[in-house]
Every structure is written in structure tokens, then in C-alpha cells.
């Protein structure tokens, strides 16, 4: 917390009765206590920045309406308690949208009452701090240099785009083969921004079957459709403030594309099955492996979206294109990966650093960290050696035939293994093999394929 007191102010004109809450709070030690008995002397105070106002409604100065609007100006993150006595409902809810946390009538439990909101509203400023340190550790560990390793001028030109992005609520667009760290980049420019203290909401539009990728967005109503048993916020509410990534937008569903464009322009949704227009504040950074430009060209992608989501452009390499970087991410790999499994550090031998540098890794940055993972457990001694480096260390695909299985076994394995290589991409898969892609979601709702 940012001491170790709570602070309370209690305005009360009746000194007996804030005399009588002041006592009940006081029996906690941590709760720092100040009474007022005019809203102006309390006004004049806000800059102490409490944590909690007990308001009572009715004051000779001014109306509680008018105190408790001025305390939310000077300090929206001060939770006001209004105390009243009279028991009107209307006026109530009125003080509750205009952000007051709690209304309690005055009698003989209000001290009570008044204890355990308090109580309450500390727990929840608790919670709040937490997530915001772990959401400053999150950043640290988001840093630019902490999630793409390298030294080459294209690695270098990233870092730069990334820079400028930060600084901005600008639009980002990620392109990049499947493996070079498009999402890691996505969160690095959220958690170094602006928002960092705002929701990241990841959506991976390929994952998500066509039918349920509007209400998986934008939320459904109660009854909307079929097992739509009660209210369903969309990713799109829930990232409200903070961060829309949206990985593989280029196989969003062109029926779809508009609806996006709109709540692009008008900041607001409608969630399946409703009428009621919810507002929206999202920043929106979006991947794709796609040229999106050529996919402008064969009628697959609005030209309109396209250039709303083009924004700052950032293009990751891929790995065959940043030379020694493969060897200093080799490295780092196996660094990483003997300090968390308590190996000793090993180092790679000139023959190894050969191979890793001659070899084009079609999978990338994933590619590398997995292969030279199995090699540090591969290798012998401290210096892992050009053996130890397999390029078809699985020998999946020779291994294929060598045991009996139905065909139907055999057609499952294979759209697992390109599920598992291109990160779950059901559409990319689909088009790879040349088969529907309502056949893999058929097979994923029947449990013969799993995604992670």
C-alpha cells in the first residue's frame, strides 16, 4: 500500500455522531482518522488524498450531492460513504451511479455497517496495488530487450518501431512468418505503454470457429442463441481502456470485416442479441503472416479495415534473415534452459555453431529454442558438439508408417502435428492440407484433436 495507514476522513455537523464512528474505526490501528464538520473544512483537506470519505448527506453547508461530486473531481480514486437518514431509495441509486460506493440510513448498526464497507473498500485498495506491482513486474519483464534478443540492424529497426509505438495509442500492425515472437511484441509495446496499467486482451481469430467469433468479440445476450444461458461479455469489453491484440487478422470471415470496421470508427459494440450500444476504448494491435495488401488484391480483405488497421507497421524477420542473432538466441536458450533444469552451462562448439548458422529454421525463433533445448540434453560434456544439433531429432515423419493404425488415426496425427507446428492456426492448416477447416473444428469439438 503507499503507507501503512488507511486514512479516513468522517464529515458529520454532528460532533457526537462522528465522535461515535471515529471510535468504532479506531479499533483498528492501521486506520488514520480526521474529522470535519463542515464540507467546506473537508474540501479544503483533499489534498491529503484519502482513501475513504463517510459523507453525511445532509449538511448545512452544502447538499450531498454536491460534496460528493467535488471529492470524485479532486480524487477519483476516493471511495465516498454516504450516511443518511432518510431511507430513499431513489436518492440512493442516484448517489450510487454518481460513484458513491455504499448509502447506509443511519441507526443503531450504521457503525457497524460503516466498519465492515470500510473494511471492504481497504481490501479491495489492497487488491488493486497488487495487480498494479505485478502489472509493473509484468512490464520488466515485457522489456524491449528482455523478449527479443539480438543485435542485427533488422532486429535493431524493430526495436525502434517498438519505441515510437509505446509512446503512442497508435494502431500497431504485426507481420511476421509464424515463430518470429509477434504476440511477445504485442504485449512488450502494451506493458512499456501508456496503458500498461490497463487490461491485455489476446484474441487468436484463427483458433475460434466462425460461428462463435462474433459473440467470442463483441459478447452475447441471455438467449441469444443456443446454450447462451446468461450474459457474455466480449474480448472487446473486457480489453475496455486498455489492449486488443488480434493475432491472425487476416482469417477474420469477410461478413465480419465490417462489423470490426465499424466498432473501430464508432468505439462502441453490440453484443449478440442485443440493442443496447456499449462503448468501447480499446487500443488495437493486430498480427498476421499474411501480406494483407495481396489479400486486399483477391477480394479476401476489406480495403477499408485494411488501411485502419495498418497503422505503425512492424515487420519481424524471420530468423534466417538476422545471421550471428541465431547463435546469440542459442545461447541465451541454452542458458536459460540449464539454469532452470540445475545443469551445468554448456557451450556450443565451433562444428554446432556451423550447422545452426547454415540451417534456414522454418519455424523460426520456436525452432531454435526447442532444438537446442534437446541438445543441451543431448550433449555428452560441457560443449555441445555438431551431433548433438538434430534438425529431425523426432524423426517424426520417418516414424510415421512404423506403427499400425486406422486411417482415421493416421488423418488425426497429421492435422496434430501441423496444428502443433503452425501454433494452432486452424485456418493456415486447413489451407496446408487442402481440406475444410469445419472438418478440424469437428474434430476438435469430438476430442480427436487437441489445441492448447
Known amino acids: 500500500m503507499k503507507n501503512s495507514n488507511f486514512k479516513i476522513f468522517i464529515l458529520d455537523d454532528d460532533v457526537w455522531y462522528s465522535e461515535l464512528l471515529e471510535y468504532h474505526l479506531s479499533l483498528n490501528p492501521d486506520y488514520e482518522l480526521k474529522k470535519f464538520h463542515s464540507a467546506k473544512d473537508c474540501l479544503t483537506s483533499m489534498y491529503e488524498r484519502p482513501d475513504v470519505v463517510t459523507l453525511d448527506y445532509s449538511l448545512p453547508d452544502k447538499n450531498g450531492d454536491e460534496v460528493l461530486k467535488k471529492i470524485k473531481e479532486q480524487n477519483p480514486d476516493t471511495q465516498v460513504i454516504i450516511i443518511s437518514g432518510q431511507e430513499d431509495v431513489a436518492t440512493a441509486v442516484d448517489l450510487l451511479k454518481k460513484g458513491a460506493y455504499d448509502y447506509i440510513v443511519k441507526d443503531e448498526e450504521t457503525p457497524e455497517r460503516v466498519w465492515n464497507t470500510v473494511n471492504k473498500i481497504r481490501e479491495n485498495v489492497s487488491l488493486r496495488e497488487e495487480i498494479n506491482q505485478l502489472r509493473e513486474q509484468i512490464g520488466q519483464k515485457y522489456d524491449f530487450g528482455n523478449i527479443i534478443i539480438g543485435n542485427s540492424e533488422a532486429i535493431k529497426r524493430v526495436f525502434t518501431m517498438m519505441d515510437k509505438a509505446a509512446k503512442t495509442n497508435i494502431t500497431v500492425s504485426i507481420t511476421g512468418e509464424t515463430g518470429t515472437g509477434k504476440e511477445l511484441v504485442a504485449k512488450a509495446i502494451h506493458y512499456n505503454g501508456i496503458k500498461k496499467k490497463m487490461p491485455y486482451v489476446a484474441v487468436n481469430v484463427a483458433a475460434i470457429p466462425r460461428e462463435l467469433i462474433e459473440s467470442e468479440l463483441f459478447g452475447h445476450e441471455k438467449g441469444a442463441f ?227
Request: proline fraction near 2%; avoid cysteine.
Open 226 to 452: 443456443t446454450g447462451a444461458v446468461s450474459r457474455r461479455l466480449g474480448k472487446f469489453e473486457e480489453a475496455n481502456k486498455g489492449t486488443i491484440f488480434l493475432d491472425e487478422i487476416g482469417e477474420l470471415d469477410i461478413s465480419l470485416q465490417a462489423k470490426l470496421l465499424r466498432v473501430l470508427q464508432e468505439k462502441e459494440i453490440t453484443r449478440v442479441g442485443g440493442n443496447t450500444v456499449v462503448p468501447v476504448d480499446a487500443r488495437i494491435i493486430v498480427a498476421t503472416h499474411k501480406n494483407l495488401a495481396d489479400e486486399v488484391k483477391k477480394g479476401n480483405f476489406r480495403e477499408d479495415l485494411y488501411y485502419r488497421l495498418l497503422g505503425l507497421p512492424i515487420h519481424l524477420p524471420a530468423l534466417r534473415e538476422r545471421g550471428s542473432d541465431i547463435l546469440v538466441l542459442a545461447k541465451h536458450f541454452i542458458d536459460a534452459f540449464a539454469k532452470e533444469n540445475g545443469m551445468a552451462r554448456k557451450t556450443l562448439s565451433s562444428g554446432a555453431q556451423e550447422k545452426l548458422l547454415s540451417y534456414s529454421f522454418p519455424g523460426n525463433v520456436r525452432e531454435l529454442k526447442a532444438l537446442v533445448e534437446l541438445a543441451v540434453v543431448l550433449a555428452d560434456e560441457d560443449v555441445i558438439q555438431e551431433h548433438d544439433i538434430n534438425f529431425h531429432a523426432n524423426n517424426a515423419e520417418k516414424d510415421f508408417l512404423a506403427t499400425e493404425r486406422t486411417l482415421k488415426q493416421f488423418t488425426a496425427d497429421i492435422i496434430q502435428y501441423y496444428l502443433d507446428k503452425y501454433d494452432q492456426n486452424v485456418l493456415l492448416v486447413a489451407d496446408k492440407l487442402d481440406i475444410g477447416k469445419s472438418t478440424i473444428y469437428r474434430m476438435i469439438q469430438n476430442k480427436e484433436l487437441r489445441v492448447k
